[in-house]
């Protein structure tokens, strides 16, 4: 379970369920370049999970529904 402020309590492996959350869907807009942002910014960390979030890149870039502004 985890706490999103505006989905509420969902169900993540791994994450305790008072652990805040924050959701980054691929019909949002601005999803994307935050992604991308956090990439460079951990590459520049050095850390590890920059090969996995440019991963998540490609599926985002790939996704083909509808984007909008976030609400």
Known sequence: MALSGKYGKIHVAKIPEDEPVFILRAQDKLALPI???YRVLAVFHESGVAPALQREIDVFRAWKG???IPD
Do not use: D
């Open 35 to 37: 992604i991308e942002m």
């Open 66 to 68: 509808l984007k909008k």
